[in-house]
């Protein structure tokens, strides 16, 4: 493996607070090659996982029932998560992914820092599976049937893992590893982890989708006003990525949206992006598979145009957004927001504390929606050639 890849990978392991000093835990992560190979002390490895204690070959957790949630991990004391799998059955094609629910509590809090559909936060959009791979998540092989995060989830009193099955369907098989380092004494300046999922049917404008301006005149947006937010957060801290899943029910362009971050309570924005694929790093309206560390399209559509689905993300390993007080992340939703489109995301960041995120979507906002086909483009012509006379030469283009 070659040497630059390695520092990036060690940059990530360290990149979040995870810089311990020496008179504080014994312990000096410094993000160097050679620091795989430096002796470390005060730190001890331990895992909670779904092994039958028994002994016998059972190693899962089973008859999760509709409705029912039930706690994976929960430890005390002062630690550090540093990387979690978890494999589920039946598939997607029984059990959705979409519904089954995962909450993380850190220092004994109440209220969870992390809640999101399961396959969204690892990278699955709506209900399918397919492999993908960055730097802190990943889902494969296997075809995205392994579910792993290596994301760093500190805590100083305490964390608790648990799921809800919010489907009709009973998880027969749940497998999975939580591996965290314990601590004597967890550093002060060391963040807590955060995600939050969102969903929105977004509306178009009430002169049309004048996407490109091929059915009416584009307007403009400077301000943000009806942008599609992926992050609400208040408190000090550092945003570190997006996994964003968007379904679009026409042929058209969906990504002429503008990113617009809005940090520490400005009522406008102070950066602002130039189109969705630019943010996340590509160009052009792309619709291949891409995958790198930081940023990818692990699914895209193979429809008409951009009819259908695509999974986008990006990872902020080596330029995270600070903020001191608040931040708002928006995206607009086609130009001026002129576009309806199914939207979905999973926001990632670290805050000085454990902190509450905004209400998770309810199974009935989740709900996804079908995919438009042959039929409904067909219809569509037909309502296009009665507006037109209905002439037995009309062609498409008229």
């Known amino acids: 493996m070659k040497k630059k890849y390695w520092k990036t990978l060690l940059f990530f392991l360290c990149a979040f607070f995870l810089c311990f000093t020496e008179a504080n835990s014994q312990v000096n992560v410094t993000g160097e090659m050679y620091d795989l190979a430096k002796m470390k002390s005060g730190v001890r490895n331990r895992r909670v996982s779904s092994y039958d204690q028994s002994g016998n070959n059972r190693d899962h957790f089973s008859a999760i029932k509709p409705g029912e949630t039930r706690t994976i991990a929960e430890v005390s004391g002062a630690g550090i998560i540093n990387h979690i799998w978890i ?3 039946p598939g997607p094609n029984v059990l959705n992914r979409n519904d089954i629910i995962l909450r993380m509590y850190w220092d004994n809090k109440s209220y ?13 959009g709506w209900n399918e599976q397919y492999n993908y791979a960055s730097l802190p998540l990943s889902a494969g092989p296997g075809n995205g049937t392994g579910l792993s995060s290596y994301f760093q989830m500190p ?6 893992i648990e799921i809800e099955n919010q489907s009709d369907v009973t998880i027969s098989s749940f497998y999975f590893y939580v591996d965290y380092l314990e601590v004597k004494k967890l550093p002060q300046d060391m963040g807590r982890f955060h995600a939050w999922y969102n969903h929105e049917l977004t509306d178009a404008l009430p002169e049309g989708e004048t996407e490109w301006g091929v059915v009416g005149k584009e307007g403009e947006n400077k301000n943000g006003a009806n942008n599609y937010v992926f992050a609400d957060i208040k408190g ?17 362009w969906y990504g002429e949206g503008d990113d617009m971050w809005f940090i520490d309570g400005e009522t406008m924005p102070s950066l602002i992006g130039t189109g969705t694929e ?17 940023f990818g399209y692990p699914r895209v559509n ?3 145009g951009w009819l259908g689905r695509t999974h986008v993300y990006r990872f902020f390993i080596n330029d995270p957004v600070f903020f001191e007080t608040s931040l708002k992340g928006t995206i607009e939703h086609g130009h001026n927001n002129n576009l309806t489109l199914d939207m979905a995301t999973v926001a990632y960041w670290y ?17 996804l929606k079908p995919f438009i086909g042959v039929n409904e483009i067909h219809k569509w012509r037909h309502e296009w050639r009665k507006n037109k006379g209905n ?3 009309l062609w498409g283009n008229e």
Request: net charge positive.
């Open 391 to 393: 002439g037995s030469k």
């Open 351 to 367: 805050q000085s504390e454990a902190s509450v995120i905004p209400t998770a979507p309810t199974k009935e906002m989740r709900k």
């Open 302 to 304: 193979d429809d008409i």
């Open 87 to 89: 494999t589920i059955a």
């Open 112 to 124: 969870p820092s992390v809640e999101s559909p399961i396959g969204p936060f690892f990278g699955q």
């Open 236 to 252: 000090k801290g550092h945003f570190v990525g997006i996994n964003y899943y968007v379904h679009c029910p026409t042929p058209m």
């Open 155 to 160: 805590f100083a009193n305490g964390a608790k």
């Open 278 to 294: 630019d943010f996340f790093n590509t160009s052009w309206c792309p619709k291949e598979k891409f995958s790198h560390p930081h």
